[in-house]
C-alpha cells in the first residue's frame, strides 16, 4: 500500500516565547506562521498553556483570523481551554498533559486514566466539527482507548526516542524506536490517523517519515532554533527536505544512529 503524503506542522510557541522576555510584541508568532507556511509548512501547531507563558489567546484569534493553513490548537483537557477551542474553532484540538511546573511536555496524555474527563469533552469538539488529537505515548493500552473514545487521531510523543539518539544511548534508542513502530501500526489498524512529534530534529524526522503509517509531523523548538541562524524559511525548506528523504525511503531497516550528528540544509551528515 503507498504511503499516504507526510504533512509538516510548525509549531510557533517559542516565538511568542523570546517575545514574552521582553513583554513587548516582537517576534510575532502570527508573522512566523505566515513565512512557514510561505516556505512550505502544511498547517501550524500552538500551546495555549493555562499560564500563558508563550502563545496567549489574542495570538490564538489572530492565527486563526490570518493563517491561510489549517491551525492545530494545543490545549489541556479543561472546561476552559475547551470554551476557548469553541470559540476559536480551529481546523483541530490537540489534547495534550500540561503540568504548571513542566518546561515542556513531558510525556504523553494518560487516556486510561482520564477515560471519565476526557470522553465528554471529545465529543463536544467532534461534535463542532473540530478533528480531536490525543497526545500519547507509543504504548497499546493509551492507543486502544483512543480508539474507544472515538477520537480519530493520535500523535505519538517521540521525546524519549530523539532524547536517546541524542544522548548516544544506542540501546534505549532502539527500544523506544520499537515501540514507535509498532504503536504507529497498531493505531492505524485501529482506524486511527496517525501523527508524531516532540524534540525532532532533521535525522529524527527524516527517519521517522519513513513509517507509511505516520501522515503528519509536528516540530517546533528544534526549528525556531535553527532559524535564529539560518532563517525560519530556510528551516522549514530544509526540513521538508528531510521529510521528503525519509519518504523516499520506506521501508529502511536502520534507525538513526544514537548521537548521530543532525544533517545539515544541503542533506549532508
Known sequence: MPASPLRLGVNVDHVATLRNARAG??????????AAIAAGADGITAHLREDRRHIRDDDMARLKAEIS???NFEMAATADMLA???ATMPHAVCLVPERREELTTEGGLDVVGQHDTLKPLIARLNDAGVR??????????QIEMAAELRAPVIEIHTGAWCDAVADGRAAKADAEWQRI???A????????????GHGLDYVTAERIAGLPEIVELNIGYYMIGEALFVGLGETVRAMRAAMDRGRGNLGSPEPP?????ARDPKGRA
Open 181 to 183: 513502530v509498532a504503536g
Open 185 to 196: 501500526a497498531l493505531a492505524r489498524s485501529a482506524g486511527l490517523e496517525v501523527h508524531a
Open 257 to 261: 544512529s544514537a548521537g548521530r550528528a
Open 69 to 71: 493553513k489549517p491551525l
Open 84 to 86: 476557548i477551542a469553541l
Open 25 to 34: 510584541r516582537n517576534p510575532d508568532p502570527v508573522r512566523a506562521a505566515l
Open 132 to 141: 480531536v488529537s490525543l497526545f500519547i505515548a507509543a504504548e497499546a493500552r
